[in-house]
C-alpha cells in the first residue's frame, strides 16, 4: 500500500514568517511531487510540482524534494492570512498510461495576525 | 485560463437513487479521473480514463459505480444506488502526460 504521509495541524504561524510544511512517502519508486492548497469546501488547487532532488521556488513558495530521504517539503515564506488552508502533499507513482495521485490527509495552516 | 467544470455543485439525493456527476474537462487533457473527499478524510482516488476506457480502478470503485465520456467533451460518473456513506465531495480532474491534475470544483453529493 503506498502511503503519503503528513502532520494534520494545525500548524500556526504569524504573519510574516516562514511556515514549514512536510510530507512523507512509501515508495521509492515515486516519480512526481506536488502541493495542493485547498480551502475549506473548496477543490485543490495546484501550488508546485517537484519532480527532481533539491528546490524549486516559485515566488513566496519553494518546494523541497530528497527522494533518498523519500521526503518532500513547502516552505512558504511571508506567511499571509490569505495563505490559511489545508496544504496537501500528492504523489504520482507511475502505475501505468494514467498515473493516478495519492494524496496525503493534508496539513491545516493558520496563519495568525 | 480553461477550467475543468462539474455540474451540479450539489446534489441532494435519497438512498438507492441512481446520481449522475457530470464534468467537462479541459480540452488537450487526455487523462481523466474522478476522485473523493469525505469530509474531514483525504482526497481519495476513485478511476482514472484514458483512450475511452478505464485505466485503473480503485477498491471504492465497485459495481455501484461507472464513467462514461459519452460525446468526447462531457465526462460522468454514475452511481447506482447511492448509499449514505457515498456523501463527498467528487472532484473531476483531468491532464496530459507528465502534466499536474487540474481539478474541477467539484459537486457536493449529500445522500439522505
Known amino acids: 500500500q503506498k502511503e503519503v504521509e503528513q502532520n494534520s495541524g494545525p500548524l500556526s504561524v504569524p504573519e510574516g514568517a516562514i511556515a514549514s510544511l512536510n510530507c512523507t512517502y512509501s515508495?521509492?519508486?515515486?516519480?512526481?511531487f506536488f502541493w495542493y492548497r485547498q480551502y475549506s469546501g473548496k477543490s485543490p488547487e495546484l501550488i508546485m510540482s517537484?519532480?527532481?532532488?533539491g528546490d524549486k521556488e516559485d515566488g513566496r513558495f519553494t518546494a523541497q524534494l530528497n527522494k533518498a530521504s523519500q521526503y518532500v517539503s513547502l516552505l512558504i515564506r511571508d506567511s499571509q492570512p490569505s495563505d490559511s488552508a489545508t496544504y496537501l502533499c500528492?504523489?504520482?507513482?507511475?502505475?501505468?498510461?494514467?498515473?493516478?495521485?495519492?494524496f496525503g490527509t493534508g496539513t491545516r495552516l493558520q496563519v495568525t495576525l | 485560463e480553461p477550467e475543468v467544470t462539474q455540474t451540479p455543485s450539489h446534489q441532494v439525493t435519497q438512498m438507492g437513487q441512481e446520481v449522475i456527476l457530470r464534468c467537462v474537462p479541459i480540452?488537450?487533457?487526455?487523462?481523466f479521473y474522478w476522485y473523493r473527499q469525505i469530509l474531514g478524510q483525504k482526497v481519495e482516488f476513485l478511476v482514472s480514463?484514458?483512450?475511452?476506457?478505464?485505466?485503473?480502478k480503485s477498491e471504492i470503485f465497485d459495481d455501484q459505480f461507472s464513467v462514461e465520456r459519452p460525446d468526447g467533451s462531457n465526462f460522468t460518473l454514475k452511481i447506482r444506488s447511492t448509499k449514505l456513506e457515498d456523501s463527498a465531495m467528487y472532484f473531476c480532474?483531468?491532464?496530459?502526460?507528465?502534466?499536474?491534475?487540474?481539478f474541477g470544483n467539484g459537486t457536493r453529493l449529500t445522500v439522505t
Open positions: 480540452s488537450n487533457h487526455l487523462y
Open positions: 480532474a483531468g491532464g496530459r502526460v507528465d502534466s499536474p491534475l487540474h
Open positions: 515508495d521509492r519508486v515515486s516519480q512526481s
Open positions: 517537484i519532480y527532481s532532488n
Open positions: 500528492a504523489v504520482k507513482y507511475n502505475t501505468g498510461t494514467a498515473s493516478k495521485l495519492t
Open positions: 480514463f484514458y483512450n475511452n476506457e478505464i485505466s485503473e
